[in-house]
């Protein structure tokens, strides 16, 4: 494998120095792009000319010695359920297609756009954000940027291969059940899910109200907690939005003291030979010895599949009514299914879930940090229904999620880092660092010291 790109804090300090212009980053990316793409299927839609006028922007900026942006001439796209103003909003579907452009951007991409950040476009996806391999039927399978036969997982696929392939050193996703953690550790690229309410949701087509997240891929943690520093902060068009509540970036050094657990039972039982070796090199690095045991994890697995169905179907029971042919079989049933749920099992979903997070609370009085694979197992073979862990035969579509839907449910800050337990020729496995509610800065320098350390890192295809 090659040395890593280079990162989005990179690109912006090369900028800002003025020793590249932004328009050649952006020229460069969208070359990459049109070169690798093809065979990648990364991306939905490339919105070169505004890339260029924004680029051409921070270098007039520059010129008349204005003080730059924190994120000035970086390249970035966007999962294709934000909305791009002038590009209508596919969400992974064939239903919203005919629909008319977007007539302003989403909310994280104008705070982008203000941040310096340079869009060059839109990025595939599962169908209406359900799933976990960016198997798509109308818009085709992304790739796997180390392994073109796998998948590079979903919902957000295309944002991990767009990253991992180093087509661009920054993309947006979501994550409802895992679809940032997923896609990050099968394509091998750092990821983040805020607090929940950290991010603003304006302007992003949605699935489950109750547990979408936006989030980040980057090429590594200083990247996401530029991004997250960007994008934090109350959003008019998002209640669930709160002040933010301080800068993430730069990272600061992990503070003295820190107790580090590796969570155990549900998260050692569907861990993976190579994803458990993968957590124990990060435990080993940030000397985490105890233990810790989320007893209600299956409790809160069961109650995310729950609310999503119920969620999701509730809001697409009018499309699925009107349009049924054109939605994919892989979520339309599910939908479907979703819509016919009965309240009362909703509600003690919501009870479960309220439950598991207390539980969650009481472990973070003995923890600041908790460890725990991404994925049971590395990318799987695209167009396999299943994958073999401890001898079973479990589905992919669904099992993809084993480690990261439990803590979806809790609305807890996740950061991702990219591992490679083994070694050379290997696949890359995400490692989950989870913090309490609001240390999204916790997990993030966490994410940072791995790195430094030499346990996790983003290694670019050598084609790249």
């Not at 919203?96 to 452009?101: I, N, S, Y």
């Not at 694979?373 to 079973?392: I, K």
């Not at 035969?393 to 800050?413: D, E, H, K, M, Y």
């Amino acid at each position: 494998m090659t040395a890593p790109v280079f990162s989005a804090t990179e690109m912006a300090r090369r900028v800002r120095e003025g020793d590249v212009r932004a328009v050649d980053l952006a020229a460069a990316s969208l070359a990459a792009i049109e070169a690798r793409n093809p065979a990648l299927n990364a991306y939905t839609g490339v919105t070169a000319e505004r890339a260029l006028a924004e680029a051409a922007e921070i270098d007039a900026r520059r010129a008349r010695g204005e003080r730059l942006p924190p994120l000035a001439g970086v390249p970035y796209a966007v999962k294709n359920l934000f909305d791009v103003q002038g590009v209508t909003t596919l969400c992974g579907g064939r239903v919203h297609a005919d629909e008319p452009p977007a007539a302003s951007d989403a909310t994280a991409v104008a705070r982008l756009r203000a941040a310096g950040a340079v869009l060059t476009g839109t990025l595939n996806m599962d169908e209406h954000a359900y799933g976990f391999t960016t198997e798509n039927s109308h818009y085709g399978v992304t790739r796997n940027p180390h392994d073109a036969a796998r998948v590079a997982g979903g919902s957000s696929g295309g944002s991990g291969a767009a990253v991992g392939a180093g087509l661009v050193p920054l993309a947006l996703g979501t994550d409802t059940n895992g679809s940032v953690r997923v896609p990050a550790a099968l394509c091998g690229v750092f990821g983040i899910k805020p607090t929940y309410g950290r991010l603003g949701r304006g302007g992003v087509y949605p699935f489950v109200f109750s547990l979408d997240h936006v989030g980040a891929l980057g090429a590594c943690a200083n990247d996401l907690a530029l991004a997250c520093a960007a994008m934090q902060g109350v959003d008019a068009r998002d209640p669930a939005t709160y002040p933010a509540p301080g800068p993430l970036a730069p990272l600061p050094g992990l503070p003295a003291g820190l107790r580090v657990a590796v969570l155990d039972a549900w998260f050692e039982r569907w861990a993976g030979p190579s994803a458990w070796r993968a957590v124990d090199l990060a435990a080993s690095a940030l000397g985490a010895r105890a233990r810790a045991t989320l007893h209600g994890a299956e409790r809160a697995r069961s109650a995310a599949f729950l609310i999503t169905g119920a969620e999701g179907g509730a809001l697409h029971r009018a499309g699925l009514r009107a349009r049924y042919d054109a939605y994919e079989p892989h979520s339309r049933d599910r939908l479907l299914a979703g819509g016919l749920l009965p309240a009362a099992w909703v509600s003690d979903a919501q009870r479960a879930r309220r439950d598991v997070h207390e539980e969650a609370m009481r472990l973070f009085d003995r923890h600041d940090l908790l460890l725990a694979a991404a994925t049971p197992v590395a990318a799987p073979l695209a167009g396999a229904a299943t994958f073999d862990l401890h001898g079973q035969s479990l589905p992919a579509r669904a099992s993809l999620g084993l480690l990261t839907q439990p803590i979806s449910c809790l609305g807890l800050p996740v950061c991702t880092v990219p591992v490679w337990p083994d070694g050379p020729g290997g696949l890359p496995l995400g490692v989950q660092l989870i913090a309490a509610p609001g240390r999204d800065d916790l997990c993030l320098a966490a994410g940072a010291a791995l790195e430094h350390a030499g346990v996790a890192r983003l290694d670019a295809p050598a084609s790249a």
